[in-house]
Each structure stands twice: as structure tokens, then as C-alpha cells.
């Protein structure tokens, strides 16, 4: 083959070699174009996660001093509600004790029912103190305060009790006019 031939061959394999690179270069710049349009679109998701990653601790924080708010009224809510319970069961023990110092001995006798309400307090009002028997029978003691004490078998007493114009100390609570005692002793 002369050299012409052999120049053209070359040509021929240059030109076909840079046909090749230019598409493989072409490729290259449209997967370049696509991987820069993905990396711009993930990043612009990116940014709007951040976003709303801020957002969501904000309102995170939002919720949070709400909620130290809530706990802070719910604290004075039952603090107040202590108080009124306080208040209230002052009263209930001051009616309780109007009512008790009206009170009078039921006849062990007569016709009224057994009342003494056991040594299980409940929810009354307690009381204790220490007082002058005016009268006495089996159900109880009518005090010269005016109140009457009732008891029962469940009364712990101690100390024997001789009669009227003895001083007693008595501990019990405030139930229907009457101090059901739970205990009484004679006063030294």
C-alpha cells in the first residue's frame, strides 16, 4: 500500500476515534447536566427538610413552655383547691360543733334507737378535748359545754369514771349532732 493509502487509513481511524470520544463526551456532559439537575433538586429537598426540621423545634419549643405554663396553673389549681377544702372542712366541723352543743343524752330507756356511730372516723370532723361530766346512762355523757358524748363497745376508756362533776378527756369526731368517742379517760 502506498502512503497515501496508509495516510487516509489513519485519517479514517482519527477521525472515527474522534467521533467516538465526541459521543462518549456528549454522554458524559448529559449524565454531567442530569447528576448536576438530581444534585440541585436534592439539595433544594435537603434545604426543605432544614426547613422544616426548624419549624418542627419551634413548635417542639412552643409546645414545651405551653406545657411548663399548663403544669404551673394545674399546680396553683390544686393549690387552690387544698385551700378551699381546708376552708371547707373548717366549716363543716364549726357547723358540727353549733349543732353538738344543742345536742341532748338519748334515754337508754326510752324509745330513741341506739346512735353511737362506731369508731370508724370516716370522713367527720374530729375532735378532742377535755370537759365536766353533767350527766350520765350506758349510751353516753352530756358535758357541760353542752355537748354529748356518745361511745360503744369499740370506746377504748380508761380510768373509771365515778359519776357527774368528774372532768373526762375525750378524743372522737363530730357526727350528727353528737362526739362519738373513740376514746375518753378520767382528767388528772
Not at 493509502?5 to 467516538?20: G, K, P, T, W
Not at 456532559?29 to 429537598?45: P, R
Not at 368528774?166 to 376514746?183: E, N, R
Amino acid at each position: 500500500m502506498d502512503k497515501k493509502q496508509q495516510a487516509d487509513l489513519v485519517v479514517n481511524a482519527a477521525r472515527n476515534a474522534l467521533n467516538l470520544a465526541t459521543q462518549v463526551n456528549d454522554a458524559a456532559q448529559a449524565e454531567l447536566t442530569i447528576a448536576q439537575d438530581t444534585y440541585k433538586k436534592s439539595y433544594s429537598a435537603l434545604d426543605n427538610a432544614n426547613a422544616l426540621v426548624s419549624n418542627l423545634r419551634a413548635s417542639l419549643q412552643d409546645a414545651m413552655d405551653r406545657l411548663g405554663a399548663a403544669k404551673f396553673n394545674l399546680q396553683q389549681a390544686n393549690n387552690n383547691l387544698f385551700v378551699a377544702q381546708a376552708r371547707k372542712e373548717q366549716a363543716d366541723k364549726a357547723t358540727a360543733i353549733v349543732k353538738t352543743q344543742s345536742s341532748t343524752l338519748p334515754d337508754p330507756n326510752g324509745t330513741s334507737t341506739y346512735i353511737f356511730g362506731g369508731c370508724d372516723q370516716l370522713n367527720y370532723p374530729t375532735i378532742a378535748g377535755a370537759d365536766i361530766i353533767g350527766a350520765h346512762n350506758k349510751l353516753g355523757f352530756q358535758l357541760q359545754s353542752g355537748y354529748t358524748l356518745l361511745y360503744g363497745d369499740c370506746t377504748t376508756a380508761s380510768k373509771v369514771i365515778v359519776g357527774n362533776g368528774d372532768v373526762i378527756s375525750y378524743t372522737g369526731y363530730l357526727k350528727d349532732g353528737y362526739v362519738h368517742a373513740t376514746s375518753y379517760s378520767k382528767w388528772q
